[in-house]
């Protein structure tokens, strides 16, 4: 069984930042990929940015320059440093990780955590 759980999501006002994490508990062998999306009421939910194992990282143009994502294997987390957060960036924030366990390797998604932004 594998769990990933976010956090640091919250309300905060346009231009402040957040940082959210994601760790991967369980029966974790390795985590691979790790992305994270969101959804804003209404939309579909959308690639935010995404990491490989050798640290290659792909963002949205919509939080290039402004969002951050990195990993530490040795913690199975990933996280994501936002900055300069507009009103558009209020979502719900999820992770998803591939993840090896024995015997198989699986993408699972995180609850989500909110992120609010509001003068």
């Known amino acids: 069984q594998v769990q990933l759980a976010e956090s640091g999501g919250g309300l905060v006002q346009p231009g402040e930042s957040l940082r959210l994490s994601c760790v991967a508990s369980?029966?974790?062998?390795?985590?691979?990929?790790a992305e994270w999306y969101r959804q804003a009421p209404g939309n579909q939910r959308e690639l935010v940015a995404g990491?490989?194992?050798?640290?290659?990282?792909n963002y949205a143009d919509s939080v290039k320059g402004r969002f951050q994502i990195s990993r530490d294997d040795g913690k199975k987390s990933a996280y994501l440093q936002m900055s300069n957060l507009k009103l558009e960036d209020t979502a719900v924030y999820y992770c998803k990780a591939r993840v090896t366990s024995t015997g198989a390797t699986w993408e699972y998604w995180g609850q989500g955590t909110q992120v609010t932004v509001s003068s």
């Open positions: 990491i490989l194992p050798d640290g290659t990282t």
């Open positions: 369980g029966d974790v062998f390795k985590v691979g990929q």
